[in-house]
């Protein structure tokens, strides 16, 4: 049977009528007016769904400097930038509930400048937060027709962090999206490695994703050989090639490559990105000399 997640069975996800996770889906339900599937698989973990769901709540729905569909409009930026569709469909969707304007999902170049100026801090957030400056800060709370509050400043960063932070849970847990959620093909990651588009939701487990990890291990092992051919030059010990070799390996499966923006990426997110190349890159190598980093105190 179809469920909210592509990883877990759906006999071990909570349902609104079992008795271990009611209450905190019930909170779910009426903060929400229904429970969508990421509360659903949440629902494995009571306590936590329930602190998740006060902190989202206060963030969306409270008082607050930013007026209800400019926050949801900044979660779908924040979701953009990690390609995640099933959160950029479901704050679409929010965004118009509250009464945005539906030009703006049109694009990023639909929205007001203000909105846009946050385009910089939001992708170096997502990417590379060691690259952030004062300067960063600065240049949105400038005094102008388009400048920032702080305090509107701090509930957008903190929205854009707690997006970026939930887009990978999504991933994560494979969250699939409901089935009124009309987001393209589903909420899977772009294979870095490949062309092909997302697997849908209903051929999740099949023969595409075993086509990719195929695809995935051959690269690797043209990677190896190429790498160590370059090693040996250098001098550098078979047992320091095994070492090197395997832990790029594992970064390379824990974080997507960005050099090149999968051509089969869903219109309804190209469109919320600006500079979509910009990615990931390590913190630092070793051999080199650490980047300065911003500190607040």
Known sequence: ARGPSAFIPLGEVPQEGGESSLHPLLEAFVSAGRVDHVAMVMGLHPQYLSSFWKTQYLLLRMDGPLPYHKRHYIAIMAAARHRCSYLVG??????????????????????????????????????????????????LLRPGQDSWSLAELVQALVLLTHYHSLASFVFGCGIKPEEEQDVGSSCWAPSPHSDSSPASGDSTGGSGGTDAMQEVEVLMERMKL?????????????????????????????VPSSDILDPSLQSN??????????????????GEQAPPTFRAQ
């Not at 909105?115 to 957030?125: D, S, T």
């Not at 997110?269 to 070793?286: A, H, N, S």
């Open 90 to 139: 479901l704050h679409m969707g929010e965004f118009l509930q509250v009464g945005g304007d539906p030009a703006w999902l049109r694009g990023l170049h639909c929205a007001p400048q203000k909105l846009r100026n946050l385009n910089e801090i939001n992708k170096l957030l997502a990417h590379r937060p060691w690259l952030i400056t004062k300067e960063h800060i600065e240049a």
């Open 269 to 286: 997110i190209r469109c919320f990105l600006e500079d979509p190349e910009f990615g990931y890159k390590d913190f630092t190598r070793r």
């Open 226 to 254: 190429l790498q160590e051919n370059q090693l040996e030059e250098e001098g550098v010990s078979q047992e320091e090639m095994a070492t090197r070799f395997e832990l790029e390996k594992t970064e390379s499966f824990l």
